[in-house]
């Protein structure tokens, strides 16, 4: 049989192949993202079980009769709660100190005329070819100098300015369109209330985008905060992990409560804000 | 409300010199239209006004006072742009209520006069919308609305319709018509476009290149352009222009000389001639608005039609004379028209010509 | 006309002053902590530090940078470096390419695999460390019970130390990667495809002709950033290694903490971290030469 229309076999053979591609794409795709969440899944478990459960043979998948305990033996025996505390602090000042003066930076260079713009702006780009690590030598013995050491000051102070964060903004700026500035102008809207009402607001995908950004590097540094501090009153999370995987083999399970604990913020974060996580991601990539 | 002189103003950006030693007094009150083609200096003119940029050299002065060092927000002024430059993060009424919160205006007097200006524009039912949600016509009411708000002494308007549809565009500019008189504010209308600056202003000022060409009321504009760019440019289709040789014909009885089109010669009425005598120039163009080149019988300059456009109302009669130049002539939809192709002969009253400097290219006064 | 230029002059330092001001709060930070430190490095690196605190640093120009550039210890750590460097970007990129190519298909429920393919985004260093650290543990762990146990233990065994490292960091930044790719191939118009499509290309050579080039520049990126953080890797090495087994996975910016910590000997730690700083420069730089050339740069 020749002609165009097609034979209801062929149709149906046809039918067949798609639903089992199909299903074929389902089970790579599952396959991928059960090895990629397994480690975390597992941790979870593990924070669920006793410690004996944790090293039998073979392991425990699934938490029958989950065990909470862990989670309070690791925030208050494992000082997670002050950890917590501690990089919540740092993290908030770090990501409004951050914003902030990325916004205050950006709006000049976005807006204002001033001698010697260009070859600050080149200042700014310049922090971007010096990896912080670089800059511990000095920077301990300054904190040290200030008092600082082993406080949240000295946690947070060297991360109050980015170069990146002023450079992302001023490409926000500039799509301000300017006619609103000489709208403004007229209307009687100096540079200050022109900033908070109308720039900052316009801007407000990148703010949020950088803000993300900004928590993000603060929440997970771990360099400078194990650097800097010599107790638990200032220790973050991160360096408090560290505290905690090394003094309790024998209780893994209270580790992996930890682990759990602190990974929760950013958990929620990604699941709020995943827009802007990735907008902050990807312009961050740029960055390099 | 108050006038606003312009005084020997020049503005350079770098080596863009974008006004040119300008000089021009706006009456109280008054609708002028600055008028010109892209890039001669419109915006920049109106932006000095409003105090966005300022002078390189002479002063401008708003009511009696001049204002070069004053702010932009002391000047008193409003200002519509092209881009209608409203808010995009703010409702309609924040944007109309924008300008009343840097003035130290009662929030309950703030809202009747939002209220108001809303009304008399009739966007009472948008002011929860945002900027976005508006069609442009709406746009433009809302951008209307925020300048009109603060009851300033003048307001400035930058080519505010050129982003309309042609129709919203005719309705539009009779509203503002309306507007102004109803405000008896001045206006300074800034827009390329000769039918506004026709139809809207009391008087229109021309500019070219940063310089201004001519100032007056639009017919008297139009009547006797002051030189061979406002010519061209005032009137649609534009002014027939022809140059061609001076050629003297004693014989005539009309006058001494006419001016010499291939092997024809147009011949000048007396007073005309006088005109140019006066003013010693050696080569003139001659120009005509198409609606007094008539195609006859006889007589005139022989051309060939290349193109009839139709307009409905009326026709355009594209014709090539013998020598290449082309000219239009205009006649109404129930006068005959010839064919294309057709060979016509086209008269002029020698009283509808115009006279220019074929050098200076300024009009040669005839009356 | 005088008091017009008068205005002048005072709005437009008005204006420098205010953005000065601005300025002010980042320029600060960055004297302080960014550049005087890093201009520092250099001028320390002249002065040996006593071995015992008190006594005075010692002048001995460019002998320390010779000394310590030139030790086995340094070429070591810097060969690591380079090592953990080729183990991570090629297979994080591959992968995270490979999540986002089968990511970006119109399929119900796409959206949460997506979201699970970024996931590990909400992980930090010393969380993936935390994890894998006892996952690899002989005791407890997993691994030894899927029957991968080598003696002595993987993260304390000198072949396999790095590489399981290198693994637990790819882990780590498979998330970022993949959102990387993700809306790297997100910009590409469909038409692109669709186009190839109607031309008659096949899959395969639809990725390689069409989306490999106008991916090139993502790809780009994520090359020269995954080098750089290649040479900033410290927290997985002070959890799980230590530098060790026999300095196996001793990296560079781990080297320059403990020469900082742990030896107190400033001046050295300062020499490395010149190093570490041109090593960065100089990479970024060929990265940029060398790949730019190849890259396809939409327009
Ligand atoms: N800020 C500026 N910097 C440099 N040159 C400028 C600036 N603003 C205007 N110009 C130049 O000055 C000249 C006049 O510009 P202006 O905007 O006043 O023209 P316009 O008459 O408003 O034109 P259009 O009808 O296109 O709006 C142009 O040549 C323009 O390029
Ligand atoms: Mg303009």
Redesign the interface.
Known sequence: MHGDAPSPRRTASRNRRRVLLKVLRYLLLTFLAVVIVFPLYITVVNSLLSPQQIASRPPTFFPIHPQWGSYSTAWDAGHMSEYMLNSVIVTAIITVGQVATAILAAYAFAFLEFPLKRALFVLFLATLMVPFEVTIITNLTTITNLGWYNSYQGLAVPFLATGFGAFLLRQAFLQVPPDLKDAASIDGYGHWRFMTRVAVPLARPTVAALSVFAFLGAWNQYLWPLLVTKDDRYRTVQIGLKQLSSTSLDQVNVTFAGVVIAALPLVVLLLIFQKQLVRGLTAGAVKG | MAGVTFDRVTKCFGDVVAVDDLSLDVFDEEFLVLLGPSGCGKSTALRMIAGLEEPSEGTIEIGESIVNDVEAKDRDVAMVFQSYALYPHMSVRKNIEFPLRTRKVASDEREKLVHDAAESLGLETLLDRKPAQLSGGQRQRVALARAIVRRPKVFLMDEPLSNLDAKLRVQTRAELIELQRELATTVIYVTHDQVEGMTMGHRIAIMADGKLQQVGPPQAVYDHPANLFVAGFIGNPPMNTVSGPIVRTASDPAGSFGIGVEGTVIPLPAGHCAAIERSGAKTVVLGVRPEHLRPATEGGLVATVAVIESLGHERHVDCRLADGQMVISRLSSSEPAPLVGERVNLTVDPLELHIFDGVTEEAIETT | MI??RN??ARR?LR??G???L??G??????A???????L??FY?GFFKTPPFPGLPNRFVGLSQYQEVLTSSTFLNSVRTTVAFAFLTVPLGIALGLG?AV??H?Q?RG?AI?R??????????????S??????F?P??G?LP?LGINPQPPILDNPDWALIAVALITV?QT?G?TF??MA?GLQAIPDELHEAARIDGAAAWSRFVRVTMPLLSPTIF??V??GG?FA??T??QI??LTQGGPLDKTNVL?YY??TT??TENN?GK??VL??A??SI??VL?VVQMKVLERRVHYAR
Do not use: C, H, M
């Not at chain 3, 709060?25 to 960055?30: D, E, K, Q, V």
């Not at chain 3, 302080?32 to 890093?38: A, H, L, M, Q, T």
């Not at chain 3, 935390?130 to 996952?135: A, D, N, P, S």
């Open positions: 008091f017009t205005a002048k437009r204006e420098s205010l953005a000065y601005l300025l709060p980042s320029l600060l930070i960055f302080v902590f960014i550049f005087y430190p890093f520092s490095n320390l999540l089968v990511a298909q399929l796409i695999y979201t699970i393919f970024s996931s590990t985004v909400a992980t930090s260093v010393a969380v993936a935390v994890i894998f650290g006892t996952l543990n005791v407890v997993l019970w882990w498979l970022l959102i990387l809306s990126f994520a020269v950033i750089i040479f900033q410290f927290g002070d959890l910016t320059v903490f900082l910590r400033d730690a300062a971290a010149v570490l700083f960065t420069l970024t």
